[in-house]
């Protein structure tokens, strides 16, 4: 099940010493790492600062491209539950005033969505 899943582009946690190690260069003076999760060769990181999204592009992975959202740019937010038929959840996110989603991601059931919603609302409203 957990090939299938990865298949599916869901989302799984990754510890933040491996975040820390292969994407440390990236951060700046006094951002913290707080979790991240791993959706086939993706990154979706949220750090003290901003969420960093790695997209792996191209066959072999080796181009990436780094999207970086400072929480105040964030205009909303919505989580979707898993249902009975549909195992995955969902976390849209926009930005400013576009009125599609910037953003859109599913997580497997190993990821609690609404810890994911909490997060990002504790830096987008805090």
Known sequence: MGLFNSLLGNAGVVDKETL??????IL???????????????????????????????????KSEYLSLPYKSISRFSIETAGTFDLDAE????ISSDHQPA????????????????????FVLG
Request: charged content about 30%.
């Open 20 to 25: 820390l190690k292969d994407f440390g260069k």
């Open 91 to 94: 976390l849209k996110i926009w």
């Open 103 to 122: 953003v859109s991601k599913k997580f497997n059931k190993s990821v609690d969505v609404y810890e994911v919603q909490k997060l990002l609302a504790s």
């Open 28 to 62: 700046i003076a006094e951002e913290q790492i707080e979790t991240g999760f791993k959706l086939i060769r993706d990154t979706f990181i949220f750090t003290s600062k901003r969420l960093i999204l790695v997209d792996k592009q191209g066959i072999t992975g080796r």
